[in-house]
């Protein structure tokens, strides 16, 4: 097998370190099955941007000064999976890129072989199911949200990036009360009316890099990774005031980084706190 990967990196010392590693990999066979590295060493954007454009790119990898032309690639190319190799980040800045479609981030100044090569396959693999998922419809048609389908693949890509930053996660199963009784007494327009808006709210509760998700008929799903700037306790004190407001109940789960468990048991414990939270909205 022959991949071609597309190296954005200005700095002239970088870039052969940087084409050194990727000969080691080649010469190494640490892909298993062995493949052939075809390396494009460009060294500004435009460069990047045509080698894009006119060839066929298995892998971009955008080095420090590149990585805020993340989304210029995934337009040009969504077709092609994106690695970050990155000087320093902090884990907000983590969250942001991953959420903007980078596959994965490295430290440059730790890049080696095995790393890489793990980065590299694990990406190009992730971003062919990415796409085989949004090309099997993977979008709520009422909402315009992430179905179960689409929240799975990318609460899962969550929950990894969670344990690897070393911070907790929040995950949340959300449901619009009453929504069987305005379907009896108003018909199924209006309880789809009430979906539509109870989508829109959790939208607005939730800050632009947080996932949501309508995960089923009567429910939506909500995933939010903590950093630096606000504690888990302090978003879930905001989106229970907020939820209660809007006549929303919740359930939520905490994902602990020293004791990681799967996403179907987060959904589990989730499902299991809104119980007493319907049974206690009964009259």
């Given at each position: 097998?022959?991949?071609?990967?597309?190296?954005?990196?200005?700095?002239?010392e970088?870039?052969?370190?940087?084409?050194?590693?990727?000969?080691?990999?080649?010469?190494?066979?640490?892909?298993?099955?062995?493949?052939?590295?075809?390396?494009?060493h460009?060294?500004?954007?435009?460069d990047a941007?045509?080698?894009?454009?006119?060839?066929r790119?298995?892998?971009?990898?955008?080095?420090?000064?590149?990585?805020?032309?993340?989304?210029?690639?995934?337009?040009?190319?969504?077709?092609?999976p994106?690695?970050?190799?990155?000087?320093?980040?902090?884990?907000?800045?983590?969250?942001?890129?991953?959420?903007?479609?980078?596959?994965?981030?490295?430290?440059k100044r730790?890049?080696?072989?095995?790393?890489?090569?793990?980065?590299?396959?694990?990406?190009?693999?992730?971003?062919?199911?990415?796409?085989?998922?949004?090309?099997?419809?993977?979008?709520?048609?009422?909402?315009?949200?992430?179905?179960?389908?689409?929240?799975?693949?990318?609460?899962?890509?969550?929950?990894?990036?969670?344990?690897?930053?070393?911070?907790?996660?929040?995950?949340?199963?959300?449901?619009?009360?009453n929504l069987e009784?305005?379907?009896?007494?108003?018909?199924?327009?209006r309880?789809?009316?009430?979906?539509?808006?109870?989508?829109?709210?959790?939208?607005?509760?939730?800050?632009?890099?947080?996932l949501?998700?309508?995960?089923?008929?009567?429910?939506?799903?909500?995933?939010?990774?903590?950093?630096?700037l606000?504690?888990?306790?302090s978003?879930?004190?905001?989106?229970?005031?907020?939820?209660?407001?809007?006549?929303?109940?919740?359930?939520?789960?905490?994902?602990?980084?020293?004791?990681?468990?799967?996403?179907?048991?987060?959904?589990?414990?989730?499902?299991?706190?809104?119980?007493?939270?319907?049974?206690?909205?009964?009259?």
């Amino acid at each position: 097998m022959k991949i071609c990967v597309v190296l954005v990196e200005s700095n002239q010392e970088d870039a052969s370190f940087l084409k050194e590693v990727l000969s080691e990999i080649e010469a190494g066979r640490y892909w298993k099955p062995f493949v052939s590295i075809q390396t494009v060493h460009v060294a500004d954007w435009p460069d990047a941007a045509a080698a894009l454009v006119n060839g066929r790119v298995d892998l971009l990898l955008l080095t420090g000064d590149f990585a805020d032309q993340l989304r210029r690639a995934q337009a040009i190319a969504p077709q092609v999976p994106v690695i970050l190799l990155i000087d320093s980040i902090d884990d907000l800045d983590a969250v942001r890129l991953m959420r903007d479609g980078a596959q994965d981030f490295l430290l440059k100044r730790s890049v080696d072989c095995a790393p890489l090569v793990h980065a590299m396959r694990n990406a190009i693999e992730r971003h062919r199911l990415l796409t085989s998922a949004r090309a099997g419809a993977s979008l709520d048609s009422l909402t315009g949200l992430p179905n179960r389908s689409g929240f799975t693949t990318l609460a899962e890509r969550d929950r990894k990036l969670a344990e690897r930053l070393g911070r907790r996660m929040m995950l949340w199963i959300a449901q619009p009360r009453n929504l069987e009784e305005i379907a009896s007494a108003f018909g199924d327009q209006r309880r789809d009316l009430a979906l539509v808006e109870a989508a829109d709210h959790l939208r607005v509760m939730l800050g632009p890099t947080d996932l949501v998700a309508r995960i089923s008929c009567d429910s939506f799903g909500l995933a939010t990774i903590e950093t630096n700037l606000e504690s888990l306790e302090s978003v879930w004190a905001r989106f229970h005031r907020a939820s209660d407001a809007q006549r929303i109940r919740i359930g939520a789960a905490m994902f602990q980084p020293d004791r990681p468990v799967s996403l179907d048991t987060l959904l589990e414990q989730a499902a299991a706190d809104l119980v007493p939270s319907a049974l206690a909205a009964r009259p």
